[in-house]
């Protein structure tokens, strides 16, 4: 598949979409409580979305039940909201997307409940930290395996995983699009990145080792070994200087 590139018309709207998925994502983070459950936290997600005239990205999306993946702990991505409950000391990821004119937005982030344990800390912030060592690199004339490479490199370097199976991805008139953008690789490989390209660059990190298995309900992605996992990401515009975060938000 080709890669896509937006026009200036095009960027704008995806700019509206990225600003209510990143409202959405907040709302999201500040449903975060002790007792609370995954399916409250999505239906907050949903109210939200559609409030906004905008339609949840992830609902129904190859079958899943939910506006929002909620991945809890040793859970990486893909969590079904439901029953779950949050308790105090658990980190929570939000993945959410909505589309709204025809475009879509996407974003991810892993936060605490409450007090949380000084590794598991460590792990959010080193996630969120690979995301922008890899956009350092997003600028046009690169190359996408530019990203990847400075992602994985900062990520080992703290002592843990890049997880392979999953991958960031062009975003557009379609949720996913071309091209898959690795959180690992080679430097000066890949296609070359052009203005108007617009990813999401989407670090999934394992605090212990990079295995993963998918639960019997199709969807959770969890650690093999049980250890924690985090997941950050934000909707990319390439540009000749600095990328624009789309999913723009003052808590990102
Ligand atoms: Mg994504």
Known sequence: MPIIV????E?????QAGKITAQARTIARQAIRDGVTTGEIDKEVYDFITKSGATPSFLNYGGFPGSACISVNEELIHGIP??????????????????????????????????VSAEAKRLMEVTRQSFFEGIKYAKAGNRLGDIGAAIQEYVEKQGYSIVREYVGHGVGADLHESPEVPNYGRAGHGPRLVKGMTIAVEP??????????VLDNEWTVVTVDGKLAAHYENTICITDGEPEILTMADDI
């Open 6 to 9: 937006k026009s200036p018309r």
């Open 11 to 15: 960027i704008e709207l995806m700019r």
């Open 82 to 115: 439901g029953d779950r409950v949050v308790r105090k000391g658990d980190i929570v990821s939000v993945d959410v997307g909505a589309k709204i004119h025809g475009y879509h937005g996407d974003c991810a982030g892993t936060y605490p409940c409450g007090e």
């Open 204 to 213: 999934m990190v394992n605090a212990g080792s990079a295995a993963i298995r």
